[in-house]
T-cell receptor, first 112, second 114 residues
Framework: DGGITQSPKYLFRKEGQNVTLSCEQN?????MYWYRQDPGQGLRLIYY???????QKGDIAEGYSVSREKKESFPLTVTSAQKNPTAFYLC???????????FGAGTRLSVL | AQSVTQLDSQVPVFEEAPVELRCNYS??????LFWYVQYPNQGLQLLLK??????LVKGINGFEAEFNKSQTSFHLRKPSVHISDTAEYFC????????????FGQGTRLTINP
């Protein structure tokens, strides 16, 4: 069953703690993306990666970090520098030149 | 750069009535256009897309959208809605080319009343 798997579904962060959100895809897509969703603000791009071992900052990268060591995996770390991390985080991947992105089910991050 | 404006944050309609969700975009280059649907606490699902060709695009669940280049619009329509269509709908735009980023509107919450 092909798709994008995000884990965990719910995550809680203590103050000063770094947390990592997992995103795995078995669609053989080259490009992967992380978005943040806040109520009434749509989706905002955090980081994206067009190819293994390469990634670029999106519109709101401060306080976040990523890695892309394998084609299938694009984990997002929310660092302690991100002062307002409470949000719904969505991972996506893309195939081909038509810029059609497919999304995972999301991770909801809350602060304790 | 591109931008998207969804003109209504909330749209309430009665079951079996028609609905139109409005989307306008801004871009200095040719674009791809998309509509996604999000059910509560889930990811986004692609409803339909305009890449090229016919300006009337049909998608899943009976939805369709029309690309109007002169009015820079890509409104989503359904002739008869069901309770199961209750969800949030996002319009998105990107420039043409593989490296172009997808820019999303703020979303329209569609509520279907019995």
């Amino acid at each position: 069953d092909g798709g994008i798997t995000q884990s965990p579904k719910y995550l809680f962060r203590k103050e000063g703690q770094n947390v990592t959100l997992s995103c795995e895809q078995n669609l053989n897509h080259d490009a992967m993306y992380w978005y943040r969703q806040d109520p009434g603000q749509g989706l905002r791009l955090i980081y994206y990666s067009q190819i293994v071992n390469d990634f670029q900052k999106g519109d709101i990268a401060e306080g976040y970090s990523v890695s892309r060591e394998k084609k299938e995996s694009f984990p997002l770390t929310v660092t302690s520098a991100q002062k307002n991390p409470t949000a719904f985080y969505l991972c996506a991947s893309k195939v081909g030149s038509g810029n059609i992105q497919y999304f995972g089910a999301g991770t909801r991050l809350s602060v304790l | 750069a591109q931008s998207v404006t969804q003109l209504d944050s909330q749209v309430p309609v009665f079951e079996e009535a028609p609905v139109e969700l409005r989307c306008n975009y801004s871009s200095s280059v040719s674009v791809y256009l998309f509509w996604y649907v999000q059910y509560p606490n889930q990811g986004l699902q692609l409803l339909l897309k305009y890449l090229s060709g016919s300006t009337l695009v049909k998608g899943i669940n009976g939805f369709e959208a029309e690309f109007n280049k002169s009015q820079t619009s890509f409104h989503l329509r359904k002739p008869s809605v069901h309770i199961s269509d209750t969800a949030e709908y996002f319009c998105a735009v990107s420039g043409i080319g593989g490296a172009q980023k997808l820019v999303f509107g703020q979303g329209t919450r569609l509520t279907i009343n019995p």
